[in-house]
């Protein structure tokens, strides 16, 4: 679609994740606000404001063009309080057992203990339906309607999780008569991360879905599994539900100095969590150590980045590998991107269980961007299906140690002999453009303009100005 055509569109962006903050979710919309403006359409954002106990990366704040304004606002978390105060709590009750006086922890009966850290633990489940950002809200809504006051926006555009904020979206897209374009990252209702709530618990998220759903005009979701779900459960709303999924910025990976190791290194880059745990491939890798010389333990390490992954380096430490496995936290995007690139075998891990078929890592499209051979842990899915087209990757179903161990003999074995590249014999071409966010802004340029239009069809439609 010609850029001229949409001359002058505004479209109004909530993500309560946006830079400098640095968890996973934060780089799709960042990609978006990028070259949303070179294709005729101008980004307006509004986010909450730094906070100490949130990641930040700093360097993805030069990412964000010029004219794409960025509105702070404050917001309340009651989660993050109390578990901040449970962690004072917690360093000083341990502070009179390290010095030896382990019965006057904190002057608190044992029985005292137990009742307060339920209570606490209760407050937590309250303050986390159907997420803890649900206070956000009133700030990101009297934001968005001041804004909305004073100049017309074309389209509003809300992305989760957290999904609460797509509620700050239907109120202003129902004041304002304004098309609402709902972008799920993640499912609200079936998510693999959610088993462990309760019934009431579920039934809110199935209510929020449906409210969400009933009042978008459009809803992006990631993968076509989950538009499938979407439209089995949702019937009357099928053509509602859009495919746009997760990518890379090809800008990223241009001139990219790959990191240099001297040891065969296995790389993950992401977050461990739920069900996505890295003990089946520590497991792995320890039995198949143990079948190796031990010159071969000394050239081989394996290195995790991201949230969560300090639990590799304990199993590691427990199976005695703990010199072979390495964690540490995030890093900038910038650093591990070349890190990526210098490795010799991309880690990829997804739950092992029937909610995860469906769930396809934003990092995997990192990975395939670099065009580096990947260990893929996961089960049959939508996953498989993409690294299928790709081609460059080992697979290894969880539990399944004589995959593993194989996909590691023939990985180390090209390493060793120092072969070109480290693919399998099946080895495709790059993907690339279909996740090239250049390809994609214009699928959702196409979404905002068909979403608006539809709007302003619509019998009896007033402008609001």
């Avoid at 649900?134 to 309607?145: N, Q, R, S, Y």
């Avoid at 618990?201 to 879905?209: D, N, P, R, T, V």
């Avoid at 049959?380 to 697979?395: A, K």
Wanted: net charge positive.
């Amino acid at each position: 679609m010609d850029a001229n055509i949409l001359s002058g569109k505004k479209v109004l962006m909530i993500a309560y994740g946006f830079p400098p903050i640095a968890h996973a979710g934060v780089y799709r919309t960042l990609r978006f606000c990028q070259y949303l403006p070179d294709n005729g359409w101008k980004p307006t954002v509004i986010t909450i404001r730094e906070s100490k106990d949130i990641h930040s990366d700093h360097s993805l704040l030069k990412r964000i063009p010029e004219d794409v304004r960025v509105h702070r606002t404050a917001t309340i978390d009651m989660w993050r309080v109390i578990r901040q105060y449970r962690a004072r709590e917690a360093q000083r009750t341990a502070e009179p057992e390290a010095q030896g006086n382990a019965g006057r922890t904190g002057g608190l009966p044992a029985a005292v203990r137990r009742a307060k850290g339920l209570f606490f633990s209760i407050l937590l489940r309250l303050f986390s339906i159907p997420d803890h950002m649900l206070f956000w809200v009133p700030f990101a809504m009297i934001k968005g309607a001041m804004l909305m006051t004073k100049e017309k926006f074309d389209v509003i555009y809300t992305t989760s999780p957290p999904h609460s904020e797509h509620l700050t979206g239907l109120i202003l897209s129902k004041i304002f008569r304004t098309p609402w374009v709902a972008d799920l990252r993640d499912p609200i209702v079936g998510n693999f991360n959610t088993r462990d709530l309760s019934r009431l618990e579920l039934k809110l998220h199935e209510w929020l879905e449906k409210l969400i759903v009933r009042a978008a005009d459009t809803v992006i979701v990631v993968t076509r599994y989950h538009q499938k779900a979407m439209q089995e459960r949702h019937p009357d709303q099928r053509s509602k539900f859009i495919v746009i999924r997760n990518g890379f910025d090809p800008a990223l990976f241009e001139n990219v100095q790959a990191a240099a190791f001297d040891k065969f290194t296995i790389l993950f880059a992401g977050t461990l969590y739920g069900t996505i745990t890295p003990d089946f491939f520590v497991r792995g890798l320890a039995k198949w150590l143990e079948t190796k010389d031990r010159s071969v333990r000394k050239d081989v390490q394996a290195l995790f980045f991201g949230m969560g992954t300090e639990r590799a380096g304990t199993l590691a430490r427990e199976l005695g590998i703990g010199d072979v496995v390495k964690t540490s936290g995030l890093v900038p995007q910038t650093e591990i991107i070349q890190k990526l690139k210098g490795a010799d075998l991309l880690l990829l891990i997804i739950g092992n269980d029937s909610r995860s078929a469906g769930v396809i890592a934003s990092k995997l499209y990192e990975y395939m961007a670099l065009n580096r051979p990947i260990l893929a842990i996961i089960p049959q899915g939508e996953t498989l299906e993409v690294l299928r087209e790709y081609g460059n990757f080992h697979h290894a179903p969880h539990d399944d140690y004589g995959s593993l161990l194989s996909a590691l003999d023939d990985a180390y074995g090209k390493y060793i002999r120092k072969d070109a590249d480290l693919s399998g014999p099946e080895k495709a071409a790059p993907v690339g453009s279909m996740y090239d966010v250049t390809v994609q802004v214009k699928d959702l340029i196409h979404v905002f303009h068909s979403t608006s239009q539809a709007k302003s069809a619509e019998p009896g439609r007033q402008s609001v100005a």
